[in-house]
């Protein structure tokens, strides 16, 4: 090993934490265990290389968004892709309608497409996809044909003119019922919505709703349905619970059409979490799955999961973002709460390059704005 190279190791294990290491899971599948410590891969850093390594944000970035309407519409998290029919980039997002926020969003989310010239936007709304009720979308494609196909959760229900929220045994058969749509066109036409692709529990079962679509397709067509599960919203005399445990399942199908499995009988997290955005990863040692969810009992950070095969995860408990942003300026910038992770990855190493969320810049779960943050691309040396 020449001196060079060794002052370039010396340098990245100095960025490596004080944890130690004695195999690449211990570093979250996401760097290497080089002399008992963790060297990150660029997107990731931290002791176990769990937590995305973000780039600061200029302070007006942040207050802009990627996604925030003029008119003051709501929207909640994105997925976006750059298409090769016209070089631009679409979002496929949340949005509520009229100027509804996310105290209803049950009935009355829609799902929007907007475009940019830029990744990092703005985005200029184009139009509703999907009304009410439709929310968390979620764009895939398919790897035999390359059509668009977007996961979401949703029925008909025309919305409450006033945005007043429905009794919760009406919303939670909206919540948990998962759909899908079909496109060879990002532009459209859009297939009609078909679902239920998964099955709820029974009535006392802890994935009563099944919701919170995250695929992940593989390259033979089979595909992994992550999904949350929560118990029953309401009990007999027609009111629900205050709070409910959320956790992440998995269902297994041939082919993204179903019919959809459940894998397992309890949820693969051993931590509560929500929202989850999977996907897999090529590396040396065989590929790696990871996963990021909205924390339960700490609602305001986003954790991140891996695992070998799919099937058995981490527990979750990693926290891989919070609603904190570091600003160029060296300030920071603090959001309520931020939520709905999406990442957009580098288009020629594959590798996470933008963080996408949802964010409320005020009262939680009231006003929100779809955000992206920049996720370091090179390794420090």
Known sequence: MGLCTMALLATALSHAGDSTCSSAAECSLNGACVSGRCVCDAAWAGPRCSRLNLVPMDRDAAERGVYRPTDGATSWGASVVHSKEDGLYHMFAAQMKGNCTLTSWIPNSEVIHATAAGLLGPYTFREVLFETFHHNPRLVRDPHDGAYLLFMIGGPHPGTADCSGIPPAAGEMLDTRIVVSRATSVWGPWSEPTGSLLARGGSSEWDYVVTNPAPIILPNGTTLLYYRGTPKYWNASGSSADDLPESVGLAVADHWTGPYVKRFATPILSVMNEDPFAWYQDDAAGGSFHMLTH????????????????????????????????LTDGGVYKFTNRERPWIYFNETTGRPAVLFTGVCPGVKYTYAYTLAQRIEQRRAV
């Open 295 to 326: 924390g339960r009992d700490d609602w305001w950070n986003t954790h991140h999961s891996f695992s070998r095969d799919g099937l058995t995860w981490s527990t979750g408990a990693d926290v891989a973002a919070d609603p904190n942003i570091t």
